[in-house]
């Protein structure tokens, strides 16, 4: 998605597509939380902050940083990516001499981001980071990336299964803005239909 579709200001952006530069530097190699699923909770966060009247800067910024731990809690090197991640982007931003009071907009954001765990958002923009990550969980998507994630771990097709029912089916009664959850009903009835349709086969249905 072109950021100058949302965002105006020439400072603005060159910071954003810089921050996405050094964002995109944390990722080896692609997977569940590879550098894809950034660009796509980007995209989904810029469509929900117009919508909602959100700070796209900071939106843009949390966006682009809140997974870039990730790495580094798959591999045992940090407990929570999203306290060490909100670490990192603190320790950047300063180096990139952007506001104290700002970049700690964008630290609440990532560690606020998770499913489970963390601190509840308390900002529009923490909301819409931690609804577009979710949203990114359910529908097509959200299904390609739980059997992704089964195959990096050797997970069975019915543990697939009961990850859907325990996690991604509850997705949609999570979502704190109006927009994401007008975007979840369509990707959660996807899903739905999917995970009865695969529940059937599992056990034999015709």
Known sequence: M???KFIKDERSIR?????????????????????SHVKRVFNLCLHIGEAEGADLEILALAALLHDIARPLESSGKVKDHAIEGARIARQYLKSMGYPAERAEAVAHAIEAHRFS???????????????????DAIGAIGVARVF?????????????????EEKILQL?????????????????????EFVERLRREIEGEI
């Open 2 to 4: 072109d950021v100058r």
């Open 15 to 35: 910071l954003i597509e810089r921050t996405r530069e050094f964002a995109e530097h944390f990722f080896g190699r692609e997977g569940t939380h590879g550098f």
């Open 117 to 135: 765990g963390g601190p509840e958002p308390r900002t529009l923009e923490a909301k819409i980071l931690s609804d577009a990550d979710k949203l």
């Open 148 to 164: 992704m994630y089964s195959g990096e771990h050797g997970r069975s097709i019915e543990d697939s299964l009961a990850h859907f």
């Open 172 to 192: 949609k009664e999570l979502m704190y803005t109006e927009t994401a959850k007008e975007l979840a009903r369509e990707r959660h009835r996807f899903t739905e």
